[in-house]
């Protein structure tokens, strides 16, 4: 925040404040230019684009009469896991070094300017989720039992095999006897492995995704306020969100479509539509404000700069860590087929690639 006794027609670059000169020079006032149809067209083309994206690979997945092809769910959702990584380092820990970082106006004022704070805040976000992920893995593994059933896609997928149920009569003569309890009783307990392995599955992956989609949703208000507000970047910003928000919806909806709920269970569709609302809404509010909200003030910078790091440090751990790591170094039931595998690879790099590209004019 600039000195208000400071006189940009009369500078003395030897004396004067560099934190002076550079919050004079950031320094903007609301730069609305109307357009206002336009403005609210963008509205419901994001929230019918993005939200059929985040909404495909949850019906692919669940939809059974849809019949979509294994490769097709397969570029949904790993196309969908290069684009948070990408959207975590280039949407978000680079505008948060540019609204709060060290060569900033808020990185050269006050308390702001003794460190650098975006690494600082991504790290402890980072290092936040990491402590939730494991308390919410050990709580599931204590209720649930660390074996209560191994093969997790199996249980994902709803394609359970139940060959460790094994029917072992003591002799031909019991056999005739027992064969039909045993039987039944055999797949009694095999369904209740199906439901506890279910219900653990669910319960380990949902804490996870609820902080992915809660790191997408800050960006997503960000953004939407600033489409409502800005000016002669409107006709270049527009198009490029509408991309932006599609493929941060398939991302969202790829890794939802992992989560193994309940056939009947209306959530991942809610979850859904949440997120397909946020931009919209923000749109909606960013033009309620369009001549007082000053995307470029100090206070805007340090909001949106630390909703930015703190939503870089999620995405950075969900990303790398619960969709690359886990699906492509941890996972023992990953595929062995290398056409299949590679086919997965280059669909996290197209997706990387493309939202990297995207960071040139969003």
């Not at 400071?6 to 004396?15: E, G, I, Q, R």
């Not at 939200?51 to 196309?79: E, G, M, Q, S």
């Not at 994902?156 to 029917?167: A, P, R």
């Not at 996870?208 to 989609?213: K, N, S, V």
Request: proline share 4%; hydrophobic share 50%.
């Amino acid at each position: 925040m600039s000195d208000p006794s400071f006189n940009a027609s009369s500078v003395d670059l030897d004396t004067a404040s560099p934190a002076d000169i550079i919050c004079y020079l950031n320094a903007s006032g609301n730069e609305y230019d109307g357009r206002l149809g336009a403005r609210i067209s963008a509205l419901f083309v994001i929230l019918i684009v993005s939200t059929v994206a985040t909404f495909f690979p949850v019906a692919a997945r669940r939809v059974r009469w849809l019949k979509i092809p294994l490769y097709v769910y397969l570029f949904a959702r790993y196309f969908g896991a290069g684009v948070i990584v990408a959207t975590a380092f280039i949407h978000l820990l680079d505008p948060a070094y540019q609204e709060i970082g060290p060569s900033t106006c808020v990185g050269m004022t006050g308390n702001w300017a003794s460190y650098s704070w975006p690494p600082a805040i991504v790290l402890t976000s980072v290092v936040a989720i990491f402590l939730l992920d494991l308390a919410a893995e050990r709580y599931v593994e204590i209720k649930y039992g660390e074996q209560a059933n191994p093969d997790v896609q199996q249980a994902v997928t709803g394609d359970l095999n139940h060959n460790n149920v094994h029917i072992s009569p003591a002799d031909d003569h019991l056999a005739a006897e027992t064969n039909f309890k045993d039987v039944f009783r055999t797949a009694s307990y095999a369904e209740e492995l199906d439901s506890v392995a279910a219900e653990r599955s669910f319960k380990q992956q949902i804490a996870a995704f609820l902080i992915l989609e809660f790191g997408v949703a800050f960006h997503s208000v960000i953004i939407g306020l600033n489409l409502g507000v800005v000016g002669d970047e409107f006709t270049t910003l527009y198009p490029v969100l509408v991309f932006h928000q599609s493929f941060e919806g398939l991302g969202i909806g790829a890794r939802m479509s992992a989560i193994p709920f309940k056939r009947s269970s209306w959530l991942p569709w809610i979850l859904c539509l949440a997120y397909g609302l946020t931009t919209p809404i923000s749109i909606a509010v960013g033009l309620s404000l369009r001549t007082t909200y000053t995307p470029d003030s100090f206070t805007a910078n340090v909001v949106s700069g630390v909703l930015d790091s703190m939503s870089a440090g999620i995405l950075i751990y969900t990303g790398l860590v619960e969709l690359l790591a886990r699906d492509f170094l941890f996972d023992p039931l990953r595929t062995k087929d290398n056409k299949r595998l590679a086919f997965m690879v280059i669909c996290v790099l197209l997706g990387t690639a493309l939202m990297a590209l995207l960071g040139k004019w969003a």
